[in-house]
Structure formats: structure tokens, C-alpha cells
């Protein structure tokens, strides 16, 4: 045994035939059993089998323990923990990816909902020829300037034929001879193809108005209507089966809302002029007419429509006498001329219609008035199926001077309560049927409004003109009546006729004051900055919170996971205010820094305490900070 190294046996037993050894031993350097007695080799063959497992087993002995059922056993209960190990390993990651905090898709925004919106008033803007009236070719040299204003949207007053009979002064463009035909003042087919050519070369879009609600009294539809012998049209509009009103109806611009025809011997309908008389939309007909001048704008690549007058496109079928006494349009309730649950219809009809129109590959745009009480949110989702994109936003335009913080907020509650989940707001400060927004308000009340508007979720649509705080005053007295809307002519200089025209043309209204300057104005800047803020992901696509909100301050915060947080905070008030705003939203840090400051004190990217903001007067800041993780 000198020398052996290995493990020595007490005993072993006759296996297969094997002798029975006292002691054995086993070299585990030469992997030689060898009898403990006397260190003799024992040969392979007669080798015993030892009764227990021992240190350095050879092959045969460990295969000979491993079968035994008791290792059996063992090996399958160490095998079944590491995969039960394992397994509950996978499913606690595989739980932990399904139930922690991940960030959100945030989804795409369409054209409309990215960019501004310019509305213009055609015959007022730019005058190309010099005939004193605003035309096409004048709206394309100017898109580098709305361009460069920061709007990529123009929304175009109607620009179709139209009658001869009502003077242009009154503002005829409601009065359309044909749908589908460039207004001879405004410039030829050529001119609208060139302006949608240019605009969309400049990557901006091109919406125009639509006017389904009524035609001129020259139309060809209504000059047909009114033969007394029978004819393809005849129910192309709303006639009284006598000469005399059927029931006590109202014009909107005052007298009954129906007139006799000598020629047909009955009465049509009218809810705005005599001239105008209203299109009959029961008739399947006119809505095929209606449709087909949708396709054929959609066809020359126009990205979208405005419908004008929406909540009077339907009338009571009965014609029923409306509640209320008196001879004036006021002195009505006005249940069965206005918001007709048709309307609501025949407006998905027209948003369906103009989604599965792909000549441009974009998504098309169809907004509409809310006039005549219709309600918001059957507009934005009509009976739960996909209404139009943007009811126009007008809660604003009878709103003057004062409005202080709790002005504010009612109004951008009042608005964003009726937007459906998963809906787009809009905010709107002018249109050519409201007092100018600088005739309402003076220039630092603007500027605090508009801060506030195009950094709210929403589409912001600005009137022509309001950039530079046009107003309704000007050389010839002021032209602002419920019949003469608020259209005066663009300043571009201050020239004779402020850049319109030639200094020798007869402009066809006045050309327009400026309450602050020309295109100069610091308004202007201030819009391209909040333009600029506006392509930031969080506001693009960001979650909107109300922080403080009081008398004078009016804030929010605009947010999305994994993108810079901003606190907006505007100041209605005369005075500077300083709030704290640590606690006022759960993610607003101690300190930030200073992306926009518009009337107080700090300067851009310094470092703003969030726990003593101070705003300026009628002033706003906004204050930004890199996004940090919310912890489980």
C-alpha cells in the first residue's frame, strides 16, 4: 500500500459474480483497484463492486451508483428545482415587461392638427391686378410671408361665381351662381391651380369653404326651380305649397323667411337673404349635386372644406310655427330652423366622403361652423361613428374687454369639456363675421391670449390681419354692421393704399388701421416663437394638466413620457404676479429653464425658480425640464 493514494473499503460483496474483498483500495492517479491487504492489483475483470459510494469513483462505479434508485431520485429533484428555477425566473421577467411603466406610443398627428390655420378673406388680402379687388394670384405672393409666419394651413373665403344682382359691397360670395367656377374678380382656374401648385410646393395646405346651405337666386338650379312647368328641379329648393308664409319664420337679417314667387306662384325659403334662397337637402338629388362639387374640388387637390352656416341646413319637415311672439328674428325660439338632427347626418355623409378621397395621398380636413345651437360633441362623433375633424371654435368672438384669468378659464373649459376623448380641440380669435380681435381687445391681452391658445392641445386659426392687430376703423369710418362684416383690406405698408394695390387703384372697401404697426409688428414674432414651440414632441402630442389657475394666472403643463416637460404660465392681470408653482402638477421640478419669456423679466435658457415664478404683465413664460422616470 506504500505509495497508493486512493480511498480504502471496509468490505465488498460478490456482484455478477465477483469475489468479495475485505479491503480495497483505489489509486486515483492511476485509476488502479488494488486489494487494501496486500496492495496487489486486482484485474478489471474480477474487480468488486464496493457497498458504498466513495472520493474519485471510477466510470463503473459511478454509473453502478447513479442507477440506484435512491441517486435516481435525486438527480430528478435537483433537475426539476433548476427548471422550476427557470422558469419561474422567465415568468417574473416576462410579468415585470407586461405590468411596469413603459412609454406610451405616441401615435401621429395628421396636417391639421400640426399646423396653424391662416384664414383669409379673399377679396380684402392682396390685389394682384389692381382692379381694387383681393384675388388668387395676389394670396400666392404672399404665401412666403404666411410661410414664414409660421402657418402651413390657408382657409379661403368663398371664391366661386356669384350673382350680379346683390351688390359686391354686401359681401355677395354667399350668393354662388356655380359651385365649380372661379369668381371672375378673384382670377381664373389657372390661378387656383397655380396657388394649390405653390402652396403645396411649399408643404402648406389649401381648405375653401363650402356652401351648401343656399345658391343665389340666378343660380341655374333656382331659375329652373321657379318655372311653373314641370321640371328636373323642382324640388331642388324649400317651397310653400301657397304664395303667402306657411308658418311664422324669421329671416336672420330680419322679415319673414319666405318670399312669393310670381313665376311659380308659391314661396320659398330664406333663412338669410331674398336673394339666397335655401337649397332643399331632403332631396337625394341635391345631396348627389352637393357631393359631386366636393369631388370636383378634392379632384383639382384641395386638402380640405369649411362648411359654412352647418346649423341651418335643415329645416322641420312640418314646418311648424316656432315659439315665441314678435316680428324680429331675436323674438324666436328657434327649434325648427336650426340644429335639425339631419344635420348631424348629412355632415358624417360629406367627413366620409371626403376621408376616402386620396388624389393628394393626405388626409383630408372638413370643418364646420356651430352656429344655429348645434351641438358640439355629436359634431366631433355622430352617433359614435367618426364626425367631422374640427367644429369651429367661436365661443371666443363675442367676448370683449374685460377678461381676467376666470374669463379665460371658463372659456378654454367650456370648450375642451365638450371635446370628446381622442378628439382635437381648436381655438379660434376671428373670422369675417365677428368685430376684429383688436377691436375687442387691446394688443397685451392679445399677446397673453395667444401664447395661451398655441400652446393648448388644438389647432389655432387666426383671422388676416390679427397678426399685425388690424383693426375696423380707417379712412372712410368704420364699416362694421351685422350686414357688412369685418373684411377690411391687409395693410402691407403705409402707402396710399397700404400695399394692397397700386397707389392709383379704387380699392372696393377701406383699407384697414393698425393698432400696433404694419407687418412689422412684435406680434408677428411672437407667433413664429410659439410656432417653433408648438413642433416640440410634448406639445405635439403631450398630455395637458392645469396647474394654478386664479384671477390673474392662468397654467398648464404639456408633457409625454420620455420628452421635456413645460409649464405654461400666462398672466391676465395689469400687475406682475409671482406664484408657486412646486405642487401645482406632481412632475414640476424645483428649477427650469426659460423657453419663451414674452413681457417679463427673464432671459432665454436661464434658470427660472419654479417655486417664485414671476410673470409680467399681461405677460408669459414658459419653462422647460428633461423628463425623469417615475419610479414603481
Excluded at 402657418?151 to 354686401?170: D, H, M, Q, R
Excluded at 380640405?304 to 314646418?319: I, K, Q
Amino acid at each position: 500500500m506504500s505509495g497508493k493514494s486512493g480511498v480504502y473499503l471496509v468490505s465488498s460483496k460478490p456482484v455478477d459474480g465477483r469475489q468479495a474483498f475485505d479491503n480495497i483500495g483505489y489509486d486515483s492517479e492511476t485509476k488502479v483497484t488494488y486489494n487494501g491487504a496486500d496492495g496487489v492489483e486486482i484485474p478489471p475483470e474480477v474487480r468488486p463492486i464496493p457497498d458504498k459510494p466513495y472520493r474519485g469513483m471510477g466510470k463503473e462505479d459511478l454509473l453502478h451508483f447513479s442507477t440506484q434508485p435512491f441517486w435516481s431520485r435525486l438527480r430528478m429533484i435537483c433537475v426539476s428545482i433548476i427548471i422550476i428555477g427557470w422558469l419561474a425566473l422567465i415568468i417574473a421577467v416576462v410579468a415585470l415587461v407586461l405590468i411596469y411603466p413603459k412609454c406610451r406610443d405616441p401615435g401621429s398627428r395628421s396636417w391639421w392638427q400640426t399646423e396653424a390655420v391662416y384664414k383669409i378673406y379673399v377679396p380684402s388680402f392682396k390685389d394682384s391686378d389692381d382692379d381694387g379687388v383681393g384675388d388668387l394670384a395676389g394670396i400666392e405672393s404672399k404665401l412666403d410671408y404666411i410661410r414664414d409666419l409660421g402657418f402651413g394651413i390657408i382657409s379661403l373665403s368663398p371664391i366661386y361665381s356669384t350673382a350680379n344682382s346683390v351688390p359686391f359691397l354686401i359681401g355677395n360670395d354667399l350668393a354662388i351662381t356655380n359651385h365649380t367656377n372661379i369668381g371672375v374678380k378673384f382670377g381664373t382656374m389657372t390661378d387656383f391651380d397655380n396657388l394649390i401648385k405653390a402652396a403645396h410646393d411649399k408643404g402648406m395646405y389649401v381648405i375653401l369653404d363650402f356652401i351648401p346651405n343656399q345658391t343665389s337666386d340666378d343660380h341655374p338650379w333656382f331659375l329652373e326651380s321657379r318655372m311653373s312647368s314641370p321640371n328636373d328641379k323642382k324640388n331642388f329648393y324649400n317651397w310653400a305649397e301657397t304664395d303667402t308664409p306657411p308658418n311664422n319664420w324669421k329671416s336672420v337679417y330680419g322679415g319673414p323667411a319666405w318670399k312669393n314667387d310670381s313665376m311659380r306662384n308659391k314661396a320659398y325659403l330664406h333663412q338669410f337673404t331674398p336673394e339666397m334662397p335655401d337649397l332643399n337637402l331632403r332631396s337625394a338629388v341635391v345631396l348627389e349635386e352637393l357631393q359631386g362639387i366636393l369631388d370636383f374640388w378634392l379632384n383639382r387637390g384641395v386638402d380640405g372644406f369649411n362648411v359654412r352656416d352647418a346649423g341651418y341646413l335643415y329645416e322641420d319637415y312640418d314646418l311648424r310655427d316656432e315659439p315665441g311672439t314678435g316680428s324680429t328674428y331675436d323674438d324666436l325660439e328657434h327649434i325648427y330652423t336650426t340644429n335639425q338632427p339631419e344635420v348631424y347626418n348629412v355632415l358624417e355623409r360629406w367627413r366620409k366622403f371626403v376621408r376616402e378621397h386620396n388624389f393628394t395621398n393626405t388626409e383630408k380636413l372638413l370643418m364646420s361652423s356651430i352656429d344655429g345651437g348645434l351641438e358640439v360633441t355629436e359634431l366631433y362623433s355622430d352617433c359614435d361613428r367618426s364626425g367631422i375633424q374640427m367644429p369651429l371654435n367661436d365661443r371666443f368672438l363675442d367676448k370683449k374687454n374685460p377678461c381676467d384669468g376666470k374669463c379665460v378659464v371658463q372659456y378654454v373649459d367650456g370648450w375642451m369639456n365638450q371635446v370628446p376623448s381622442g378628439k382635437w380641440a381648436n381655438w379660434m380669435t376671428g373670422d369675417d363675421s365677428s368685430e376684429r380681435f383688436a377691436g375687442r381687445f387691446n394688443a397685451t391681452f392679445i399677446n397673453a391670449f395667444t401664447i395661451l391658445t398655441f400652446l393648448m392641445p388644438g389647432t389655432p386659426l387666426v383671422f388676416y390681419g390679427d397678426e399685425i392687430n388690424m383693426v375696423n376703423t380707417g379712412a372712410g369710418g368704420d364699416l362694421w354692421t351685422r350686414d357688412q362684416p369685418n373684411t377690411r383690406i391687409m395693410r402691407w405698408s403705409n402707402t396710399t393704399n397700404g400695399g394692397f394695390c397700386n397707389d392709383t387703384c379704387n380699392p372696393w372697401t377701406t383699407i384697414s388701421d393698425v393698432s400696433t404697426g404694419n407687418i412689422e409688428n412684435a406680434y408677428s414674432e411672437l407667433i413664429k416663437a410659439l410656432v417653433d414651440l408648438r413642433k416640440e414632441q410634448s406639445f405635439k402630442v403631450g398630455d395637458y394638466f392645469t396647474a394654478i389657475r386664479d384671477n390673474n394666472v392662468v397654467s398648464f403643463v404639456r408633457e409625454f413620457d420620455g420628452e421635456t416637460g413645460y409649464l405654461v404660465a400666462v398672466n391676465f392681470g395689469p400687475n406682475t404676479e409671482k406664484r408657486d408653482f412646486i405642487g401645482s402638477h406632481d412632475t414640476i421640478p424645483e428649477t427650469g429653464e426659460v423657453v419663451l419669456s414674452h413681457s417679463s423679466s427673464y432671459e432665454l435658457e436661464a434658470e427660472a425658480e419654479l417655486g417664485s415664478l414671476e410673470i409680467g404683465p399681461y405677460g408669459g413664460v414658459v419653462v422647460s425640464w428633461d423628463y425623469v422616470a417615475k419610479e414603481l
